[in-house]
């Protein structure tokens, strides 16, 4: 199996060099090409699937002159096909941009090479019949793909852009335009309304329980339901359930249980 057809866009040549350079030594990667604006990266993706050689991952900066990253990475996701997207970028600030995006991972720079190394490896993962990744079941298309179960989310602490996988996440609070990711270690506030991350975690096991809640199946300890009040527990807190969420809660606990019971 031939490796990954990647292009890596930065206007500044020798970060875009050395970008080059640590993507050529993964043994993961077949072909690389390089452009130094968002321009002359679509012109480059439109001649590649002209020539049935389609990208299959852009490893993309952020701040660059005429067509910046964030824009060039939602013109992307309008693709049929959309590549997987890496941002490459010395700002932690369009960190929720990416997300937004559906961005694969936020490298800051000076990119280590382990970190490059994993974000290949995300690439790997979520894109069928690429080296080390599964075939999609059925062989579907990328197009009619399910959503990863797992994705990461950037936050912010103390300054520093960390990620958190959903996985992790026990349940999210709505907390205006923003939402607040409770772990079992502490707690993340995010701007991403509540509504979008119920969309986009579902395949995850993630469930709209209240207006104001999403809660991850697998980590309900307990349903409580008390003269017509109904209540989940998750470790030492107790979640409220709104009624028109009580059924379809009930059911998906009772099927995930003989599920696991069948297991």
Not at 43 to 51: I, T
Not at 74 to 100: G, I, K, N, S
Not at 137 to 157: F, H, Q, Y
Not at 211 to 223: G, M, P, Q, W
Request: with cysteine; net charge neutral.
């Amino acid at each position: 199996m031939t490796g990954l057809r990647v292009l890596a866009v930065d206007d500044e040549q020798p970060a875009l060099e050395d970008l080059a350079y640590m993507l050529r030594a993964d043994p993961r990667i077949g072909e690389v090409a390089l452009a130094r604006d968002g321009a002359s990266a679509l012109k480059m993706l439109d001649r590649a699937m002209a020539d049935g050689k389609p990208v299959e991952a852009v490893f993309l900066d952020i701040r660059m002159r005429g067509l910046d990253g964030v824009v060039l990475g939602r013109l992307l996701a309008q693709f049929a096909r959309p590549p997987r997207v890496v941002f490459v970028t010395a700002y932690e600030e369009h960190a929720v941009d990416a997300f937004e995006i559906k961005a694969e991972d936020y490298l800051l720079k000076p990119v280590r090479p382990e970190r490059l190394a994993e974000a290949v490896r995300r690439v790997c993962a979520n894109l069928p019949g690429a080296p080390g990744a599964p075939a999609a079941p059925g062989g579907a298309s990328d197009a009619t793909r399910p959503p990863p179960e797992t994705e990461t989310i950037p936050v912010e602490l103390a300054g520093v852009t960390r990620f958190v996988a959903s996985s992790d996440v026990r349940y999210v609070e709505a907390q205006g335009d923003y939402a607040r990711l409770h772990t079992a270690t502490g707690s993340h506030l995010v701007r991403i309304p509540l509504a979008v991350l119920e969309e986009r975690w579902a395949a995850g096991g993630f469930v709209r329980v209240h207006r104001s809640h999403l809660v991850a199946l697998k980590h309900i300890d307990e349903l409580h339901i008390d003269s017509g009040r109904c209540t989940v527990r998750i470790g030492d807190t107790e979640i409220p359930v709104s009624r028109r969420h009580t059924r379809e809660l009930r059911d998906l606990l009772v099927r995930r249980a003989r599920k696991g019971r069948a297991e």
